[in-house]
């Protein structure tokens, strides 16, 4: 699988999940652009290390929530690369959890305008500039929350199931135009939002997985680079889920 000049910007890049797509992407041959949220010291950190390693790399401020900001980081990307080959939607947040009844709405309201509106920012933004170049592969990240969901985390189980379902749909609208929108939903990952749940709560989780640890960014990572690789062009809608055994289709 090569990305050798294909250019990829992933929004919510600088830590975790989104920091081992950069990588992995960078490792594949592609020039980087990522955009987050703060996080400075992290943003510095990678882009030294994607330079390092001979491709082109820029690091850019976004926060999801603002669809000019979302627009600004596209027109940066294009001003820096020329063109946008690949997007990646990875920004994402949860919270400790609690059973509807107890839900406080600005919680509940802010899991979704990160994880659902900032993906469609992204897709809404990118794809007229994808449509002139009759190319691009979008991968957006869910969760594989949105297939088995769990209690007290409604919200993000139901903010991640909206992207699997948009995903489904935006796929179709630009299917044969040579753009492909799919996305990962990762099983129980090691990065600092797994434990926001509660030690207690995630090691039970763990403890029933079959493959019984948590994935590493790395293991997910491989998932987007096929996705934006040519040999997924078939790939259209689809949910691809590592994740260690807990759902199996
Ligand atoms: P993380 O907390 O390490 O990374 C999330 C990234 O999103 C951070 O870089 C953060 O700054 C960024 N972000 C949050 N709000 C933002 C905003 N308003 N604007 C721009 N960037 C923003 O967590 P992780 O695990 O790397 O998560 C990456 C994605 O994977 C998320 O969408 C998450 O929901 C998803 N995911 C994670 C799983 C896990 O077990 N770690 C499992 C399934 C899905």
């Not at 882009?47 to 669809?67: H, Y």
Request: glycine share 10%; charged share 15%.
């Amino acid at each position: 699988m090569t990305l050798r000049s294909r250019n990829a910007l992933v929004i919510g890049g600088a830590v975790g999940i989104g920091r081992a797509v950069c990588i992995a992407f960078a490792q594949a041959g592609a020039n980087v652009a990522f955009a987050d949220l703060g996080k400075q010291d992290d943003k510095t950190s990678l882009l030294t290390e994607l330079k390092c390693m001979g491709v082109d790399a820029i690091a850019l401020d976004v926060d999801v929530t603002d669809e000019m900001s979302v627009v600004e980081t596209i027109r940066r990307t294009r001003e820096s690369f020329g063109h946008i080959d690949i997007l990646v939607n990875n920004a994402g947040v949860t919270s400790a959890g609690a059973p509807i009844h107890q839900q406080d709405w600005g919680v509940w309201s802010a899991i979704f305008d990160v994880n659902l509106k900032g993906v469609a920012y992204g897709m809404k933004h990118v794809i007229p500039h994808m449509l002139e170049r009759g190319y691009g592969r979008i991968i957006n990240t869910s969760s594989q929350l949105a297939h088995k969901p769990v209690a007290n985390h409604g919200a993000y189980c139901a903010s991640k199931a909206a992207v699997t379902a948009l995903t489904a749909s935006v796929a179709q609208e630009v299917a044969g135009s040579g753009i492909t929108v799919n996305c990962v939903c990762p099983g129980m990952t090691n990065t600092a939002m797994l434990w926001v749940g509660g030690t207690e709560f995630v090691n039970a989780k763990l403890a029933a997985l079959p493959i019984g640890r948590a994935g590493e960014p790395e293991e997910i990572a491989s998932a987007y680079v096929y996705l934006a690789s040519d040999l997924a062009g078939f790939f259209v809608g689809q949910s691809i889920s590592p994740n260690g055994g807990d759902v199996m289709w």
